[in-house]
């Protein structure tokens, strides 16, 4: 299982690469894994102002949808269009071109609450 270092992580299975003041967001190899086949990737919040933990959109596997959570409160200014047309590179590739959201974040203060790769990984049971 691929758990990056560099990343931060969520309870909920997202992923947040730090840029600046924008994150770049995904869904982690351990839940693609458990979804298995990802079929659809839906979100709604584009260019809206989301709080951290809210729902920013969905995804749907053939056997259920899941919702995704927001890591931390900002902007959704991005959403990664070539989902649209191939969703199985959220299975593929979860850790780059199956990235999801970009958000301009809001306040910093919360990247200090999200896990690191160990505690992720302890998180799983990795």
Do not use: C, R
């Not at 989301?50 to 969905?58: A, I, L, W």
């Not at 053939?62 to 191939?86: A, C, Q, Y």
């Amino acid at each position: 299982m691929n758990i990056p270092a560099e990343l931060k992580y969520t309870k909920d299975h997202e992923w947040v690469k730090i840029e600046g003041d924008t994150a770049v967001v995904g869904i982690t190899d351990f839940a693609q894994g458990e979804l298995g086949d990802i079929v659809y990737v839906d979100v709604d919040t584009l260019d809206e102002e989301v709080e951290k933990d809210e729902v920013f959109g969905t995804v749907e596997a053939v056997k259920t949808v899941s919702d995704l959570f927001m890591p931390l409160s900002g902007e959704v200014t991005e959403f990664n269009e070539e989902l649209e047309d191939e969703p199985e590179l959220v299975n593929k590739d979860p850790y780059g071109k199956g990235w999801m959201i970009k958000i301009n974040i809001s306040n910093e203060e919360e990247i200090d609450q999200l896990l690191s790769a160990d505690e992720y990984k302890e998180l799983i049971g990795a």
